[in-house]
DNA sequence: CTTTATTGTAAAGGAAGCTTGACGTAAAAT
DNA sequence: ATTTTACGTCAAGCTTCCTTTACAATAAAG
């Protein structure tokens, strides 16, 4: 799954450490997300979307290995 | 968190077992989700929203307790 | 040059998502 | 009356998400 999260990221000016307080979850998990590591639980994915005024669909892509 | 998912299955007359297999996913995880017992993964909520065809936000609602 | 800010890696452990299998109940179909 | 369909519970076990802690690299700022 890819994501668009440093992108917005930036466009608000937040650094990890800054996204991460605000949405509450330590600086690993954006870096762990921002690089793919691993998915975002869904609430995550939704405070992220509504923190960046868009939806979910905006931020994060589906790919082939996303289907089982 | 709350959902609609029984409402969009009934409305597609999917059963669970017959939407569970659309999605790739074992029964129980339908039945668990619906009742709320735990969320879905991100990119299983997007299936989910492709084969409703409408968007998270339509099928997953926030609430006070997805905050930390 | 030293400090500070930002991004990154690694690893251990706890919490949450998902699977499989077995079993129970109720309603509809034959 | 028996079978089938649909929904539900419980439990064990694996995988994925997320946390915390510690350490490293880079670049910009003083």
Redesign the interface.
Known sequence: ?KNKVPEYRKIYGYSQDKLAEKL??SRQTIISIEKGKY?????L???M??VFET???SI?F?EEE???
Chains 1, 2 share one sequence.
């Open positions: 799954m509450g979850v998915n975002p639980s869904l609430p994915a939704m405070i979307a509504k939806n979910v669909e994060f589906l996303d289907y089982r």
